[in-house]
DNA sequence: CCTCGATTTAAGAATCATTCTTGTTTACAC
DNA sequence: GTGTAAACAAGAATGATTCTTAAATCGAGG
């Protein structure tokens, strides 16, 4: 077996997991969808690793959803938007905060800004369909 | 005694408390800071009522720092800074998101947008003080 | 091959913020 | 006063996250 292989095995599952998908998921969805995969994987494992991959700034935590924390395999800032509904968060890559905005905020702050987040929130497309239907 | 006066005494003191203090409380804050003078308050009746508040637009919640909630008062959308040192939420008040931005995101999401969250992280200014004299 | 120290992991216990439940108290209208 | 609805206290329950412990795995030498 090729070095490395095995011993990463569960850690490389996740941070693929993480930068395939787009749908920014919890731990808890992290566990649940790679678990058929790799039947003996641990909660632990997943909490541990993404700590590990956010220190590492190869992820990012992009909210808070109903107390549940959401990450994103992609670290660089881009504009997100949640929705209340259905708990979906969706990347709109067509956004992006104006440089304007951070140099401000530094001045601002007096002190030293390491990143920004810009979050929308409300309704996402099929939520909105969804009620207009049954309405 | 007046009426009304007794029967909302700790809601309104949960409001008044959120609508003086600058530092963006978590409940835990609220209730410790508000303990002394009203000794018999639980922390059921914070939350409680933090919630009552969120859902009539009184307050909001701008953001989860280390997994705990923090409010604020105010509920105009405004651009907040937060410091990965010492988790203070610190509101810049000079800035604002563009509405551009706002209508972009509506077109983008394809759904409604509600509300919209800039928050920019860092170190505050004190933190960055602190780590430079101690170098 | 066999052993070593270092790293990763599984499993479940522990923690901590938040929510829920139950029974009690309060305010106001009649 | 009595009844009804809202607010409350206290603590139990929940659920996401972190910690602990011991076992498995790696690469490097012998």
Redesign the interface.
């Known amino acids: 077996m090729a070095p490395n292989t095995k011993h990463f095995r569960k850690r490389d599952a996740i941070l693929d997991y993480l930068r395939q998908s787009k749908a920014h998921p919890s731990a808890e969805t992290i566990y649940t969808d790679l678990k058929p995969q790799i039947p003996n994987l641990a909660m632990g494992t997943v909490y541990r690793n993404l700590t590990l991959f956010k220190e590492q700034g190869e992820i990012q935590s992009v909210a808070?959803v109903k107390?549940v924390?959401r990450f994103d395999g992609n670290p660089l800032p881009h504009?997100h938007?949640i929705?209340?509904d259905c708990d979906a968060v969706?990347d709109?890559?067509?956004?992006q905060?104006?440089d304007t905005?951070?140099e401000?905020?530094?001045k601002?702050?007096?002190?030293?800004?390491?990143?920004?987040?810009?979050?929308?929130?409300?309704?996402?497309?099929?939520?909105?369909e969804r009620k207009i239907e049954s309405a």
Chains 1, 2 share one sequence.
Not at 108 to 128: A, I, M, R
């Open positions: 808070t107390g924390e504009v938007f929705c209340t969706i709109l890559d067509d956004l905060v104006p905005l951070s401000l905020a530094a601002c702050c007096g002190g030293s800004v390491e990143g920004c987040q810009l979050t929308f929130t409300g309704q996402c497309k099929n939520c909105n």
